[in-house]
């Protein structure tokens, strides 16, 4: 069992890995407020530990129990002091003797008869060789090659949105492929050059329980700078916590409300956040993630990176209608569409990037 001082555990927060700690370093960043009770811990292995507080009311071993190695197996003793094995030995060492013994009596050359069996019907003659076609032939000389696989074809909801038409792509992203540097499939610097007046968001997802599931949400467009519409890194310079207005929100998830709607609100930003909300949208929980949160600046008031946040909310209906969360961690990002079904409808801390088979997110403006 592991020293419960040495310093093997890693707690995931807002603000950013901490760590290592001991178990007793960990009681005492708990108490002084540096993690919280819930926040996910990790060995310095990268499996998962559970919450702190788990960690904190387990065992004093910092493995997780996947590390920890499985107990042997030892078959019970028998309680009569028999050995099962040594019967089975004794007789075949008697019927070794037996035939040795046979052996010697007859010489030593012949082996001993052998009990009789069924009787075994002579072989039947083989039928002459058939001459092979020359088709045939050519046929088995070389073996057939498998016909090529076609090309893999992306999953597309667009085409069946009328309301895309006379929008223009500005990116196309597979967001299975997050990363703290990912790269677009496609990325139209030129879009920066056009005037706009509404945007417009596609998000596709898939998984083998729901099928195919898509998202379209266009918007008046919220800024001038077509960049700042993709997903909100340190280097598009985006931040965004505003109203939008004259929402078309069309999908093929239930819990999504297609239609038009009046406003809603988004939440674009590379940093950290906390659950409290904005006084400026109402409903909107102070201990939960969801509709309107709090992004944390560094103390100069400038923008650094974090969790990140690129989420699009219906206000008055509380919902969700995507997010996109913590891209910097690739396959461990948060995605969703419609309301979280876990603790925050918002997606934050799912972690579920890599429970889809297909992610994928567009773009788009109108130009003027």
């Not at 008697?94 to 010697?104: E, P, Q, S």
């Not at 406003?263 to 906390?274: A, L, Q, V």
């Not at 949160?293 to 990176?305: A, I, M, T």
């Amino acid at each position: 069992m592991p020293d419960p001082a040495a310093k093997t555990i890693y707690v995931v927060t807002l603000r950013g890995d901490r760590g290592p700690f001991s178990r007793a370093d960990l009681a005492e960043a708990l108490r002084a407020g540096e993690v919280g009770g819930q926040d996910q811990a990790r060995s310095a292995f990268g499996r998962p530990l559970g919450t702190v507080d788990q960690v904190l009311r387990g065992p004093s071993s910092d493995r997780s129990p996947a590390e920890r190695p499985p107990a042997p197996r030892v078959a019970p003793a028998r309680r009569d002091g028999r050995r099962p094995w040594l019967a089975p030995l004794l007789v075949g060492a008697a019927l070794l003797a037996v035939v040795v013994a046979m052996m010697a009596l007859r010489g030593g050359h012949d082996l001993p008869p052998v009990p009789p069996t069924a009787p075994v019907a002579p072989p039947e003659r083989e039928p002459a060789a058939q001459p092979i076609p020359q088709e045939k032939q050519s046929q088995q000389a070389q073996p057939a090659k498998p016909a090529p696989a076609p090309p893999a074809q992306l999953r597309d909801a667009l085409p069946g949105i009328a309301e895309a038409r006379g929008f223009r792509l500005v990116c196309d992203l597979d967001l299975l492929k997050l990363g703290r540097n990912f790269s677009y499939r496609v990325n139209n610097r030129d879009a920066s050059k056009v005037p706009f007046d509404r945007v417009a968001y596609l998000v596709e997802l898939s998984t083998a329980a729901d099928g195919d599931r898509h998202v379209w949400v266009a918007m008046d467009a919220f800024t001038t700078d077509a960049v700042r519409t993709t997903v909100p890194t340190t280097y598009t310079k985006a931040f965004f916590q505003t109203t939008v207005r004259n929402l078309q929100v069309r999908s093929n998830h239930p819990g999504i409300p297609a239609g038009d709607h009046g406003e809603g609100n988004i939440e674009f930003w590379p940093c950290d956040y906390g659950e409290a909300a904005s006084a400026t949208v109402p409903g909107a929980s102070s201990t939960l993630f969801d509709i309107s949160d709090s992004p944390r600046l560094g103390k100069d008031g400038k923008v650094g990176e974090g969790h990140g946040s690129m989420q699009v909310h219906l206000t008055k209906q509380r919902l969700t209608l995507f997010a996109i969360n913590n891209w910097r961690d690739g396959r461990k990002a948060d995605l969703g569409i419609g309301n979280c079904p876990g603790r925050h409808p918002d997606w934050t801390f799912a972690a579920n990037a890599g429970s889809y088979s297909h992610a994928r997110l567009r773009v788009l403006i109108r130009p003027k």
